[in-house]
């Protein structure tokens, strides 16, 4: 089983940054082949990718964040990171941290790829 812990939420206001982390740990934590993604679900909304990067370096963003967000994986550490900037109240949604056995850049996006899941961490961002 992998083990997944974000941290770094909070509430901020419009035009403010964060960044979100999510450490990872576990029998299966050292996969040689992975993707990691953060997916966020605001209230009444289904649960949707924002961010996702595999072992190969291969990054992938939604239309709504890029530019603004960037992901980053520090295999030392074992955490991925999603840097937020210039947050927008529309941002505002449970963060989840996920991770999966697959190079599939196609897949980054997609929460029914994923095995392994965090808690999830909130972001609420003010106008």
């Known amino acids: 089983q992998v083990h997944l812990v974000e941290s770094g939420g909070g509430a901020v206001q419009a035009g403010g940054s964060l960044r979100l982390s999510c450490d990872a740990s576990g029998d299966t934590a050292n996969y040689r082949y992975y993707c990691m993604g953060w997916f966020r679900q605001a209230p009444e909304m289904e649960r949707e990718g924002v961010a996702g990067?595999?072992?190969?370096?291969?990054?992938a963003y939604a239309d709504s964040v890029k530019g603004r967000f960037a992901i980053s994986y520090d295999n030392a550490k074992n955490t991925l990171y999603l840097q937020m900037t210039n947050l927008k109240p529309e941002d505002t949604a449970m963060y989840y941290c996920?991770?999966?056995?697959?190079?599939?850049?196609?897949?980054?996006?997609?929460?029914?790829?994923?095995?392994?899941w965090g808690r999830g961490i909130q972001v609420t961002v003010s106008s």
């Open positions: 990067i595999n072992s190969n370096n291969f990054a």
């Open positions: 996920a991770k999966q056995p697959s190079l599939m850049a196609s897949w980054l996006l997609l929460p029914s790829k994923y095995d392994y």
